[in-house]
């Protein structure tokens, strides 16, 4: 029997179908022909009947992968019309399997069609899409723009739309020059002023915008506050709003949208914990085993389901998003691969494969804790672009945090009793008189994670979770006291599939750090390095347009490899190399050495600017004192251009015989002494009397 997964393309005799929902409690698998997908409602078909039809190959496999759209190439009414379509269906797409089936499918859709007032084809259809195109929110992409005149802003001219005042008042109508004054008073007195409120911002505006209509006290001349408030929120998202008067640390922390549920039960594979912990094993370094270099930081992925390491992560730098990435990453990989980009094999005696470790999917969603890992924009365009949901653990999930912090332990069991010199700390580490593990330290970074990945893959092929809830048909399979790799397989076949393949087009280059590069006729320069545009094309001629100016673009980038950089361009992702003839410095460098780089650079600078203006100063003094010796000297403003020509030779005169003299004296050489000996017995000279006449000056 196959791992069925959701998501998965599958061809069965001339038409393709995608897996929708997989539940082999009630043996069900919900599929969708898409070769007419808009029209067509998706398919109810049993377990056994797909197993059949695997067996006699009517059906097969198609290795396809999916492509989503980059929403920073859409104009504003596509973002706004996109955003719009999911908040109509999010509501129902998880309704499942409810909502495959046609009676309750029709109900919802009526239902959603006078909530949202549009029209029952309208929610059909949306719906239609996002199974079509993988069950992500990108894939309700619209795919067409500008039509139509929804949304126009209207051109009044003698009366006001809208509810009338209650208050008697008159309410002057807005040119676009009223319109860009509150704009920028709305800004300047609401978001830039962390504590003022909307009343507080618009008499300020007014005090300062209507100076003489609020002396003489004609309040029918000023924009009225509802107004003040409308305009000047029309075109400020709501993120923007709320960090200016919260904050970006509380926004990030409290206020970012996670679309994550209590409702979500975990039954089977699909759900991940990630967490990140100081390790206490002290290290030593991969080029001198002498140089201690501290604790490493350790990163675990587990299933929730099965309790089973999915994935690990050693690394020297702090928790950011570009480790908690790498981590998730290889969580998401074949095992073998992570073994080698590790480079393990080069460790006597590490010969695990990827079948001792068989986890290679992207699950469901992603429990985490609110750290700064999985907070901000790289987060969020990783979770849109796969369509990973994230839970927040303290919220909605407390009960599993024990799970993780077991892991953490358990890690570190075995090397506790393999010898007091390991580098591993204890509880008297740091006390005075304890012997710090510094000084014990022995393992290099590599040999420490082979060592973590040989614990991890021992704990999934053989602890017995001897407390696990075990299900009621586990038993029917002789699991009474199952591993965590067989309840991950048995979950897989048995229970309510919520794993994804990782068959994604480009999916390391859409996990990596997101930033921002400049597109110009030299190339593309990010973090002051300059990168080549792959020749013939298409983004070569946006580059020749260029010339004088700057066009910014969409890039990520791997931090530990700067040799080339990921260029977001028409929904294409484009690799461009480093350019060695004008960066060579950057060629095999990391992120942090580029950055060590411009530190030093920074502080040369500033270090030759004061020697810089020091010369600077003492030049000028240096003439000021020559001109203060000679202030009372002027020349005869009377003379002539002639007398000046013959002043000027006899100078030249003067300056050519003073270089001769010059010359000449520098060429004469001093004479030495010359001493004779004239001693008779040469067998015998008489050094003693030789040394007497040269000190004589003989």
Not at 327 to 356: C, H, V
Not at 424 to 440: E, F, N, S, V, Y
């Amino acid at each position: 029997m196959s791992n069925i997964l959701i998501n998965q393309i599958w061809q069965h005799k001339k038409a393709v179908y995608r897996i929708l929902y997989v539940d082999r409690d009630i043996d069900l698998l919900v599929w969708v022909n898409l070769d007419d997908a808009q029209k067509t409602f998706p398919e109810e078909i049993t377990l056994a009947d797909f197993d059949k039809r695997l067996e006699d190959n009517s059906i097969k496999e198609l290795n396809i992968q999916d492509q989503f759209a980059n929403l920073d190439l859409l104009d504003e009414k596509s973002i706004n019309k996109y955003e719009r379509s999911w908040d109509i269906i999010k509501s129902v797409v998880r309704d499942e399997p409810l909502i495959f089936d046609k009676k309750y499918f029709n109900a919802k859709c009526n239902e959603l069609a006078e909530l949202h007032s549009v029209s029952r084809q309208t929610v059909q259809r949306l719906l239609f899409r996002y199974w079509h195109n993988g069950k992500s929110k990108l894939g309700i992409v619209p795919k067409y723009y500008n039509s139509g005149g929804k949304g126009k802003e209207k051109n009044l001219t003698l009366t006001i739309n809208g509810r009338q005042r209650t208050d008697r008042q008159s309410t002057i109508i807005l040119d676009e020059q009223l319109k860009y004054k509150i704009r920028k008073g709305y800004k300047r007195w609401y978001l830039r002023v962390k504590q003022a409120s909307k009343r507080v911002a618009y008499s300020n505006f007014i005090r300062t915008s209507f100076k003489s209509e609020w002396k003489s006290k004609e309040f029918a001349k000023v924009p009225s506050l509802r107004q003040f408030v409308y305009w000047g929120e029309k075109e400020i998202p709501t993120e923007r709003k709320l960090r200016s008067k919260k904050g970006d640390i509380i926004f990030d922390k409290d206020l970012r949208i996670t679309e994550g549920s209590s409702a979500n039960s975990v039954n089977g594979p699909g759900f991940s914990q990630i967490d990140s912990t100081p390790s206490d094993m002290e290290l030593v370094s991969e080029i001198d085993r002498k140089t201690p270099i501290g604790c490493p930081t350790l990163y675990i992925i587990s299933d929730v389901y099965s309790a089973m390491i999915v994935g690990l992560l050693v690394t020297l730098e702090n928790p950011s998003y570009t480790q908690a990435s790498e981590a998730l990453y290889n969580s998401f990989t074949n095992k073998g691969d992570f073994f080698k980009r590790s480079l393990l094999y080069q460790i006597d005696e590490f010969e695990f494969t990827e079948d001792d470790w068989p986890c290679e999917y992207i699950p469901y969603s992603i429990v985490a804790d609110r750290g700064i890992e999985l907070i901000g924009k790289n987060s969020e365009s990783l979770i849109e672009d796969l369509g990973i949901h994230i839970e927040n653990k303290e919220s909605y999930r407390p009960e599993l945090k024990g799970m993780i912090e077991n892991h953490f332990q358990l890690l570190h069991k075995d090397l506790k009793g393999l010898d007091e010199n390991t580098g591993l700390k204890d509880i008297d580490d740091g006390r005075r008189g304890a012997r710090k593990a510094r000084k014990t330290a022995r393992f290099t970074m590599r040999e420490y994670l082979a060592i973590i990945i040989k614990i991890a893959i021992k704990y999934n092929k053989h602890a017995k979770l001897s407390n696990y809830p075990i299900d009621k048909e586990m038993p029917l399979d002789d699991l009474y006291t199952p591993t965590p790799v067989e309840v991950f397989k048995w979950g897989l076949m048995h229970k309510s599939g919520k794993l994804r393949s990782n068959k994604i087009e480009n999916l390391r280059e859409r996990m990596l750090p997101r930033g921002t590069g400049k597109l110009t006729k030299k190339g593309i320069e990010f973090l002051k390095g300059w990168y080549l545009v792959p020749l013939h094309h298409k983004l070569r001629d946006l580059q020749l347009k260029t010339q004088r100016k700057i066009t910014r673009v969409e890039v990520s980038y791997d931090p530990y490899n700067l040799n080339y950089l990921n260029v977001f361009y028409e929904g294409e992702i484009i690799r461009c190399e480093l350019n060695t003839n004008r960066s060579p410095i950057y060629k095999d460098k990391t992120l942090w050495d580029i950055k060590h780089l411009r530190n030093a650079q920074s502080k040369s600078l500033n270090t030759n600017n004061e020697e810089g203006i020091y010369a600077d100063i003492d030049t000028l003094q240096f003439a000021s004192n020559i001109l203060a010796k000679r202030k009372d000297q002027k020349p005869n403003s009377k003379t002539g251009s002639k007398s000046v020509r013959k002043n000027r030779e006899n100078d030249k005169k003067i300056e050519r015989k003073n270089r001769k003299n010059h010359k000449s004296d520098s060429g004469k050489k001093k004479q030495g002494k010359i001493v004779s000996m004239n001693h008779t017995n040469l067998e015998e000279p008489n050094d003693l009397d030789f040394i007497n006449r040269l000190l004589d000056g003989e």
